[in-house]
């Protein structure tokens, strides 16, 4: 089966915000599992925009290994000390990627969705990714980009990518191929992008 990246997304508690490493450390302590099956790595942080939201990012060997874990008792102990965490019901995302660990713990990672507008095909949007794709290669403080369609949308496509800073992001779109390209998606899908600095967490 092929792996999987989960992605959750929520706006945290004053608590978790104040001492997330206190709150982690309890989540831990309620897992009776020293290490949870299928779950090869995860990490964690706080999205630069607006640092009330944070990501929780697990990669999975495979979807059924994620749905089994949600299914036993430890996860379940889990879920009653998780709510201290949560100030809104997460968002969970799914999505293939690969060869996406230098990008999640790169300095900063920008989190991007490419929504179809009404009666588009994805087969119009995918040339474009792939271009985008083509066009990042070789850009200065860039940390690689990897993209897939998120798992059961198949109106949406799901992109993380590393870089040196928040800053080197948008001098890198901010003209140029990569802005030529982002417009054309932009005339097809609605765009959807935030930044996070990642830390990854020891299994």
């Known amino acids: 089966m092929a792996s999987v990246t989960q992605i959750m997304y929520f706006k945290t508690s004053s608590s978790y915000l104040q001492d997330p490493s206190k709150l982690i450390s309890e989540l831990a302590t309620k897992s009776s599992a020293s290490k949870i099956e299928g779950l090869s790595k995860a990490y964690l942080g706080f999205q630069t925009e607006d640092p009330s939201y944070a990501f929780w990012v697990f990669e999975w060997t495979s979807k059924s290994a994620q749905e089994a874990y949600h299914q036993t008792d430890n996860f379940k102990a889990t879920q009653v000390a998780s709510q201290q965490v949560f100030a809104s019901r997460p968002?969970?995302?799914?999505?293939?990627?690969?060869?996406?660990?230098?990008?999640?713990?790169?300095?900063?990672?920008?989190?991007?969705?490419?929504?179809?507008?009404?009666?588009?095909?994805?087969?119009?949007?995918?040339?474009l990714v792939t271009q985008l794709q083509a066009e990042l290669q070789g850009t200065p403080r860039f940390?690689?980009?990897?993209?897939?369609?998120?798992?059961?949308?198949?109106?949406?496509?799901?992109?993380?990518?590393?870089?040196?800073?928040?800053?080197?992001?948008?001098?890198?779109?901010?003209?140029?191929?990569?802005k030529e390209i982002i417009d054309e998606v932009k005339k097809i899908a609605d765009l959807w992008l935030v930044h996070a600095i990642l830390t990854p967490y020891e299994l």
């Open 143 to 178: 940390y690689g980009s990897s993209w897939a369609p998120v798992v059961d949308k198949s109106n949406v496509y799901y992109g993380v990518l590393g870089w040196e800073s928040v800053q080197a992001h948008w001098d890198a779109v901010g003209s140029g191929p990569l």
């Open 91 to 127: 968002t969970h995302t799914f999505a293939g990627f690969s060869n996406s660990s230098q990008i999640f713990s790169a300095p900063v990672t920008e989190f991007v969705t490419f929504t179809l507008k009404s009666g588009v095909s994805m087969t119009a949007l995918q040339p």
